[in-house]
């Protein structure tokens, strides 16, 4: 008999919850809302969202857009963008995660108090990303940011430097950055470092981690924009070899091994639980019948 077990622990995270959440608010009463880039990386919630009447713009189209509402989605904004809107007489609704905006606060602070004092605001996160875009914003552009350890080579290490994290990098990387930064600053240097990972993500690492070494085969459900299913993936198929990724259920075409009888699913924080759950309903209709016919 073959068991299929969900991830409690998997799933929307509060900031894509509250984003979702005020976007179907505004669909209510309306069947147009904006949204500035993809609300969460799920094409599938993308979709289901679309049909309820939001359509996704990019950075270029909401310069041409007036007198428009436009929702933020949890991964925040630079400055610049709120004052777009504002000449083009567009109502923000903003759902820019809390943690997120907390964080915005915070480096634009240090930004504004060591202007002039030749200090480096350095941001580890990936480069590009929407939450990363949002946090140089609030340097005017000049925070450097750094992906991997041979990034560091960007930085000045007889200048003072300040280092904030993307919220959703994992806790490890973050120490091995601090760790070599402080290895290398001269003796003189003031080093600072900030740890703004959001717990609520970093807590899923290990939490899956356990939850796939239970099982004896894994399917991870993430949309393949995001970087946060990548992420947990990584650490999924380092705890059970048997893990495969997928985005969608009809992705799964085949019944599993015989040998397989726990079978578990889990997912990013961009990964709805209807989703999973429809994934698991896949899993039972391909095995539990298939084995069914195999013992008759």
């Not at 939001?54 to 630079?78: F, Q, S």
């Not at 099982?215 to 999924?236: P, Q, R, T």
Request: net charge negative; aromatic share 6%.
């Amino acid at each position: 008999m073959i068991e299929v077990e969900i991830d409690t622990g998997s799933g929307f995270c509060f900031g894509v919850v509250n984003a979702i959440h005020s976007a179907e608010e505004e669909l209510y009463d309306t069947d147009e809302l904006y949204c500035l880039g993809d609300i969460v990386h799920n094409s599938l919630e993308v979709e289901r969202l679309k049909a309820l009447g939001l359509h996704t713009i990019n950075h270029d189209e909401l310069g041409r857009l007036h007198n428009k509402k436009v929702l933020l989605r949890a991964h925040g904004e630079p400055p610049s963008t709120y004052r777009l809107a504002k000449d083009n007489g567009i109502t923000i609704i903003d759902a820019t995660c809390p943690v997120v905006l907390r964080l915005q606060k915070k480096i634009q602070k240090h930004y504004k108090e060591t202007k002039g004092q030749h200090t480096q605001l350095v941001i580890y996160g990936k480069k590009g990303h929407a939450e990363v875009n949002g946090l140089v914003g609030q340097t005017k552009g000049s925070a450097i940011v750094i992906e991997k350890m041979e990034d560091l080579d960007k930085l000045d290490f007889s200048r003072n430097i300040i280092l904030f994290s993307q919220t959703t990098k994992s806790l490890d990387g973050f120490s091995a950055i601090v760790e070599a930064i402080g290895q290398r600053v001269d003796a003189n240097v003031k080093f600072e470092f900030y740890d703004t990972i959001c717990r609520q993500v970093a807590n899923r690492l290990p939490g899956v981690k356990t939850f796939a070494a239970a099982h004896d085969w894994i399917y991870f459900v993430a949309g393949e924009k995001s970087s946060n299913g990548k992420m947990l993936f990584e650490e999924c198929l380092k705890a059970n070899s048997n893990s495969v990724f997928i985005s969608h259920a009809d992705e799964i075409k085949t019944p599993l091994p015989a040998s397989v009888h726990q079978v578990g699913v889990c997912g990013a924080t961009s990964t709805p639980k209807w989703l999973m759950e429809e994934v698991a309903e896949r899993i039972k209709e391909l095995n539990i019948i298939h084995r069914k016919l195999e013992t008759k």
